[in-house]
């Protein structure tokens, strides 16, 4: 009877698992860096890829649906009656009689004069809940107004996002005050997909400014790209590091075996054991760190690319490396 050749390498594995522990605790730690850096810009992507209209414009009038008053008499709010600490929020105003559709990820029904819908990111910020109240002095009459939370938008950092966009920790959206309307000069926002001489039509003027939900969607991406490369570069990085860490450690081993006649094929399924296995942890891990992190800033389907593209990145590179260091260890 021929008995199979079983080789054992001997990994340390108290000293593989430690160095496990040191390297996954230092991407978790550049995990949540970068989904702080991007998240805000996440949830606007998230935005923009669930709306539904083609572009927004600015004009002096409109008698259009998804059309927004906007003020540039610094209309702002706090938490309390009191306070000097404003948010630092892109505050528009619903018309009289405007209907808003779900060509927006973010509208909202009409709300009341004394109603107001928050951005989420405002929300979480402040710890505001739909029914809380929050305080702004109106401009008109300079008193200091109480508005209900009548609704909860999704994370969004602005209404409208170009190259040189004002920063903004979210938006807040007004109900229909006759009082601003009458005595506050405004311009208006819409959002639409009519063509541009159809919406002219129910405007005062002629829309300029207009800026394409496609335009804003590039825009957003190109700010997320840089840190999302850098960030799937440290992944595969993670995977080279460990499979040379792995290879260092087995050498001795491995070398002694091969020059003693060990079996090749043996030789070889010991090794692969060692190191894919132990990479597919690392990724197992690694991926279930970066689903965690980015899912901080909101449990939606775009806050899945960081970690497939994690999967992606470390898998051909545990591959690669794998075969390389193999491929090296039979060479010395």
């Known amino acids: 009877m021929v008995k199979t050749f079983v080789a054992n390498l001997h990994p340390p594995r108290k000293c593989i698992l430690g160095w496990m522990a040191a390297s996954l605790a230092t991407f978790l730690l550049i995990s949540l860096v970068v989904s702080v850096a991007v998240g805000t810009n996440m949830s606007q992507l998230n935005t923009l890829l669930h709306s539904k209209y083609e572009y927004s414009a600015i004009t002096q009038h409109s008698a259009a649906e998804n059309t927004y008053y ?12 009191d306070s000097k600490t404003r948010f630092n929020a892109e505050v528009l105003m619903q018309t009289e009689e405007g209907h808003y559709s779900d060509a927006i990820y973010w509208n909202t029904t009409n709300l009341n ?29 300079g008193v200091i107004k109480d508005y209900i939370i009548e609704n909860i938008l999704p994370a969004v950092i602005s209404t409208r996002i170009s190259g040189n966009s004002k920063h903004s920790d979210g938006i807040i959206i007004m109900g229909y005050d006759e009082q601003y309307a009458a005595n506050i000069s ?23 400014d207009i800026l394409y939900r496609e335009d804003e969607i590039i825009t957003v991406v190109i700010k997320i790209l840089p840190y999302l490369i850098v960030y799937v570069i440290t992944a ?17 081993n491995f ?3 091969a020059s003693n006649g060990a079996d090749f094929g043996a030789l070889n399924h010991a090794y692969y ?21 980015f899912g901080m800033a909101g449990f939606y389907p775009i806050n899945a690319v960081p ?5 992606i990145a470390e898998s051909i590179t545990l591959i690669a490396t794998a075969t390389i260091s193999n491929k090296r260890l039979w060479r010395n």
């Open 186 to 208: 405004y311009s208006c926002i819409i959002f639409t997909n009519e063509p541009i001489e159809v919406v002219a039509e129910v405007c005062s003027k002629m829309p300029t």
């Open 255 to 257: 070398k002694r075996l």
């Open 70 to 81: 906007q003020y540039n008499a610094g209309i702002s709010f706090t938490t309390a009656a």
């Open 273 to 293: 054991k060692i190191t894919i296995g132990t990479g597919i942890g690392v990724i197992i891990i690694s991926v279930l760190i970066s689903a965690v992190s």
């Open 113 to 141: 004069r004394n109603g107001v819908a928050v951005s989420k990111n405002i929300a979480d910020h402040y710890g505001l809940n739909v029914g809380d109240t929050i305080f702004s002095k109106h401009i008109v009459d």
């Open 236 to 252: 595969a990085v993670l995977i080279v590091i460990t499979m040379m860490f792995l290879s260092k450690s087995i050498a001795g």
């Open 307 to 311: 970690a497939l593209a994690t999967v």
